[in-house]
């Protein structure tokens, strides 16, 4: 151990199990633990208060894990690289450690400038990866057999000691948040889950114990995903679990699963199935970051140039109409219930599943002609696991500005009549329609005037007639598409779009 003392910067990694830079730190010298509460990124477009307080849930379930080992968290508020001048007066450090981080432009240009803080001060800065996003990444091929080989890595215990630096007189550790002082007011998202280690752990174990079972039938339903699904993303999205462990536990559960003796109670045959969709899917969240680490530009503009002009992107230019439903879309008064009640559960909970997030993205790209990108900052701010690798790769794909993924438009109101049948979603979140005979639920602008009468909901004053007619919609927009698609030249840079990020063979099977 060197004595010097080594600076670990928390960044979206809130947790002890599988930190590997804080293990590499503790062993060097005495540590000091470090989160920052950037003003340049709370107050971006993508930030939501709701957010902060996950964060802050994290942190202070870190403070207190810390201050248990006789250690205590560091948390300031300001912007890099000035944050790190102050501490090095304040405590000197000889080496920064950090994860490595796949993020938007902002975290992208501030790690550049600590960078070079770093070189001109002369300091390491040693950045390790905690997903199975590569960097530097020169190919596709074998993408998949690497990030299985990093999943299957061990995991980094929790550090049984952390050293202590000796801290100076009146050093001030800067905890509670002041939201005044970070200009972010209180959320209202009321039904948010809570941040933190130790509840990211009871998360994935309560899904690999008993929610999961079902996993891969429930996950496309707003009503059964809402337990069927892990419901992890917010814990990934900020680290307060490592992908590595929620890859580890849930191969481990599998092998026991397989390896129940036969006395014992049957193993539900549905495990199987949902085990291997949940591992899929834990690939997924690398394979779409990786897009955003390799092209860091489609936060911005369409992986596959050609479909540039396709929608107009600068809400400044877009028509009152066009003003207008978006505004609908993001408020949840679009007269498309499904589509209502999913972005009013966002502004309540800031989570759903995929398929509906899938929907009403289709709907404002297609059905409404919007522009992903302005949609896209919109939706970040209602995400609790604003994941910006996911999140921009997968607008792109469902506005079909990728150029290798198959169009889909999906029907809002065959897709509440399917995913949710019985109307239980859809009343919960749209109460207006409280009332509505099941028959009329997805479309309950086709109430005679008497039954809307009688039901308490009427059309255009208690609940929106649609914005647009879906059928027309569906038609124009896919017309649209086709004729594009026939442009000259598109097919030349779509096989590059592919060859940059398309994904290639299967990863090695589980058991291999
Ligand atoms: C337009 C759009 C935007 C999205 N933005 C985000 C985002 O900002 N952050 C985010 O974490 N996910 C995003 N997703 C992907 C997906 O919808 C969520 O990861 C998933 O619904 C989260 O719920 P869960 O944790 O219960 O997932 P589960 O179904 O239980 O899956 C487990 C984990 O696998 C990963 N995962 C699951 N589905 C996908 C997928 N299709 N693509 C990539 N990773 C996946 C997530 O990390 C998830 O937590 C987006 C999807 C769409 C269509």
């Known amino acids: 151990m060197s004595g010097a003392i080594q600076l670990v910067w928390l960044k979206r990694d809130l947790r002890l199990l599988d930190h590997a830079p804080l293990a590499r730190a503790a062993k060097r010298g005495p540590v000091v633990l470090l989160y920052v509460h950037e003003p340049s990124l709370l107050t971006s477009p993508e930030h939501d208060p709701s957010h902060l307080d996950f964060v802050s ?37 000889e080496h920064l450690w950090s994860h490595e981080e796949t993020g938007n432009r902002l975290t992208y240009d501030r790690d550049l400038r600590v960078g070079r803080w770093c070189k001109h001060r002369q300091l390491p800065w040693t950045e390790l990866p905690q997903t199975g996003v590569a960097r530097p990444h020169r190919s596709r091929e074998g993408w998949a057999q690497r990030w299985t080989a990093r999943m299957r890595a061990p995991i980094v215990p929790v550090p049984e000691t952390l050293p202590v630096p000796a801290w100076p007189a009146g050093f001030d550790f800067g905890h509670g948040i002041d939201r005044a002082a970070l200009a972010v007011p209180a959320s209202d998202k009321v ?18 114990q008993r929610r999961g079972v079902n996993y891969r039938a429930d996950m496309s339903s707003p009503v059964e995903g809402w337990q069927g699904c892990s419901r992890l993303s917010p814990y990934i999205a900020w680290g307060h679990i490592s992908m590595r462990t929620v890859y580890q536990r849930q191969a481990r559960r599998f092998e026991q699963l397989r390896g129940r003796p036969v006395s014992r109670e049957p193993v539900d045959p549905r495990w199987k199935a949902s085990l291997e969709s949940f591992e899929s899917r834990l690939r997924w969240h690398c394979h779409f970051m990786q897009k955003l680490e390799d092209q860091p530009s489609i936060e911005y503009v369409n992986m596959h140039r050609g479909y540039d002009g396709l929608r107009e992107e600068d809400p400044g230019r877009w028509s009152a109409q066009q003003r207008a439903h978006f505004r609908a879309w993001c408020e949840g008064m679009t007269g498309y219930p499904l589509v209502d009640a999913v972005m009013r559960a966002l502004h309540r909970g800031g989570w759903i599943n995929f398929r509906m997030r899938a929907m009403v993205v289709s709907f404002a790209s297609y059905h409404l002609w919007l522009h992903w990108r302005p949609c896209a900052v919109a939706l970040a701010r209602h995400f609790l696991d604003f994941e910006p690798g996911i999140h921009f790769s997968q607008f792109q794909m469902q506005a079909g500005t990728t150029g290798i993924n198959s169009i889909r438009i999906y029907n809002p109101i065959k897709q509440a009549e399917d995913q949710d049948p019985h109307g239980t979603f859809i009343r919960r979140y749209v109460p207006e329609l409280a009332d509505v005979p099941i028959e009329y639920l997805a479309e309950p602008h086709k109430m005679s005037p008497m039954l809307q009468r009688e ?56 058991r291999a």
């Open 455 to 510: 039901v308490g909901c009427i059309i255009g004053a208690d609940y929106p007639a649609p914005v647009v007619d879906h059928g027309l919609a569906y038609r124009t927009a896919k017309a649209k598409m086709f004729r594009w698609r026939q442009k000259t030249g598109l097919r030349e840079e779509a096989r590059q779009v592919m060859r940059r990020h398309g994904s290639r063979k299967r990863p090695p099977l589980r």
């Open 191 to 208: 039904e948010a889950v809570a941040g933190g280690e130790a509840a990211a752990l009871a998360t994935l174990d309560s899904f690999l």
């Open 57 to 93: 849930a994290g942190l202070t379930e870190l403070d207190a894990a810390m201050r248990a080992r006789g250690h205590r968290l560091v948390v300031r508020h300001g912007e890099f690289p000035d944050v790190l001048e102050r501490l090095q007066q304040e405590i000197p450090f």
